[in-house]
């Protein structure tokens, strides 16, 4: 008789769960103020640099966004929307709580031209790069 693969691989998958669900009540307690972290792209353009982040489940209203210092910082809340009681959840993946990140702007951006935009959960802030002044330089004839 042959055995399944899975059926070989089964008791060490059940065990896998059982260190992670254990690890992760051992964490728990050790864990900083911010668990969500927002994952970004960003790009360049000729004319602007670009960040996009993802936030599922974030209000618009209950983000932030400023810069200072050349600086730009985003922060918010991912609020929990689970119900926990009668519930023994086996996995626990999705992450809630406050987040911020900061980013350092280049010089060559114009900081008083950003925008930000959010739809359906991505934070989409586009950054303008300063029109690049070319003086006109008289040269002296001797």
Not at 100 to 118: C, H, L, N, Q, W
Request: proline share 5%; hydrophobic share 35%.
């Amino acid at each position: 008789m042959l055995a399944r693969r899975s059926d070989l691989f089964e008791p060490f998958m059940e065990l896998q769960k059982e260190i992670d669900r254990l690890f992760s009540d051992f964490v728990r307690p050790f864990r900083s103020e911010f668990e969500f972290l927002p994952k970004v792209d960003a790009y360049e353009t000729e004319d602007k640099v670009v960040l996009e982040l993802e936030l599922p489940g974030v209000k618009k209203d209950e983000l932030k966004i400023t810069v200072e210092d050349g600086v730009l910082r985003i922060t918010g809340e991912k609020k929990t929307e689970r119900d926990e009681k009668g519930r023994n959840y086996r996995i626990v993946e999705r992450s809630f709580g406050k987040f911020e990140r900061s980013f350092i702007i280049p010089d060559y951006v114009d900081t008083k031209g950003i925008t930000a935009k959010y739809s359906d959960g991505v934070l989409t802030l586009e950054m303008p790069k300063k029109k690049e002044e070319k003086p006109t330089v008289e040269i002296k004839i001797e």
